[in-house]
């Protein structure tokens, strides 16, 4: 078996008095970069913000600076957005379809744990462009409790998504108790992976692991609580639904109908 030729090296001929009277040949017309996908209005929103955000403090972006640095006017701004804390919000969206786009079937037969670890670090994956602003909005908002609260609400709908990817359910009370542990252990995941440097996420990969696990020990206690307690929830709706009917009677012989 013969091996493959390397590229021959192209010698450059010397040129006859014809070849000099004749017109250059046209240079090959080079491959031009693909263009970059044009962003919705709601998107350059969120983008203008991040810059920003990536630059100075927090608390001095304005309004008005997000509509500008977006190429838009306020009224315009004010179709898409109430407030520079939704804006933010609407970064949450753009990290949900990020992540919700990508193929995960390689995972459908791994176990859940697995499936939840690689959905939370591609929501990081996606998160990484806007790390600097992050970091600094992070920390401008560790003293303000009602825009972490509002946040907590943005989080939790995009949390719900992030189990639905991992095939884990959410409705019902043990469902609900799921959704706020995880968006509480990623917010502990996100400070670490912030002052991660590694280019290999050790440090924000081990305290996701510790994370998922302590969510599941804690599920596991919840579940048995859950057995524990049925027979006593299901004497008191017994007993509430027999004060209804008592209650319903009552007011029949109150109230008889009329003839």
């Not at 462009?129 to 401008?140: E, G, Q």
Request: no cysteine; glycine share 6%; hydrophobic share 40%.
């Amino acid at each position: 078996m013969t091996e493959p030729k390397g590229p021959t090296k192209r010698t450059r001929k010397a040129a006859t008095p014809a070849a000099a009277t004749e017109a250059p040949a046209a240079a090959p017309a080079r491959d031009e970069p693909p263009a970059a996908p044009k962003l919705s209005p709601r998107e350059a929103a969120v983008e203008a913000l991040m810059r920003l955000a990536a630059e100075q403090p927090w608390n001095d972006i304005e309004v008005s600076d997000i509509a500008r640095e977006a190429g838009m006017t306020l009224g315009e701004l004010r179709e898409l957005f109430p407030s520079k804390g939704a804006v933010l919000g609407g970064l949450a969206r753009i990290i949900d379809r990020k992540v919700l786009e990508a193929d995960g079937s390689d995972l459908a037969d791994e176990p859940t744990r697995e499936r939840l670890f690689d959905v939370l670090m591609r929501r990081l994956d996606a998160m990484t462009p806007y790390k600097v602003a992050l970091r600094r909005i992070s920390y401008s908002l560790r003293g303000d409790p009602f825009s972490l609260l509002a946040l907590n609400g943005v989080m939790l709908n995009s949390h719900r998504y992030m189990l639905a990817a991992a095939g884990i359910d959410t409705e019902g009370p043990l469902g609900q108790l799921k959704l706020q542990g995880v968006v509480i252990a990623f917010a502990r995941v996100t400070q670490v992976w912030l002052d991660d440097e590694d280019p290999a996420l050790a440090r924000t990969m081990a305290r996701l692991d510790k994370e998922i696990r302590n969510g599941e020990r804690f599920m596991e206690r919840a579940e048995d609580v859950r057995r524990l307690t049925a027979p006593l929830r299901a004497i008191g709706r017994s007993l509430l639904d027999r004060r209804s009917r008592s209650d319903r009677d009552e007011g029949l012989r109150e109230d008889p109908p009329r003839v």
